[in-house]
């Protein structure tokens, strides 16, 4: 059975840091790019970071860049969004994908063949 399943999720306040883990089963994880995503009530679902099958190439969102690390192991089919100095417009439900394509694609078109069900991310004081 194809599984994308995301943890980590919770209640962090401003400046604190997350982990989020997207745990994958049932397709050649290695075959494809993975990517996190976020929405909140009302707006359109957003490319947070992407990364390529082997890690080489990795693209963030502008909002996100220098705080936040997306990286992967291929042995445990993982994938993970460390999220530092956290702010309270980061407030979302995160969501990973699955997708054979380009990062940049992936993240700017939100695009993906497989879909978890999403973590609650909220920051706040």
């Known amino acids: 059975q194809l599984q994308l399943v995301e943890s980590g999720g919770g209640l962090v306040h401003p400046g604190g840091s997350l982990t989020l883990s997207c745990a994958a089963s049932g397709f050649t994880f290695d075959d494809y790019a993975i990517g996190w995503f976020r929405q909140v009530p009302g707006k359109e679902r957003e490319g947070v970071s992407c990364?390529?099958?082997?890690?080489?190439?990795?693209h963030y969102a502008d909002s996100v860049k220098g705080r936040f690390t997306i990286s992967r192991d291929n042995a445990k089919n993982t994938v993970y969004l460390q999220m530092n100095s956290l702010k309270p417009e980061d407030t979302a439900v995160y969501y990973c994908?699955?997708?054979?394509?380009?990062?940049?694609?992936?993240?700017?078109?939100?695009?993906?063949?497989?879909w978890g069900q999403g973590t609650q991310v909220t920051v706040s004081s």
């Open positions: 990364i390529s099958t082997r890690g080489y190439a990795i």
């Open positions: 994908a699955a997708s054979r394509t380009t990062v940049q694609a992936m993240c700017r078109g939100v695009v993906g063949d497989y």
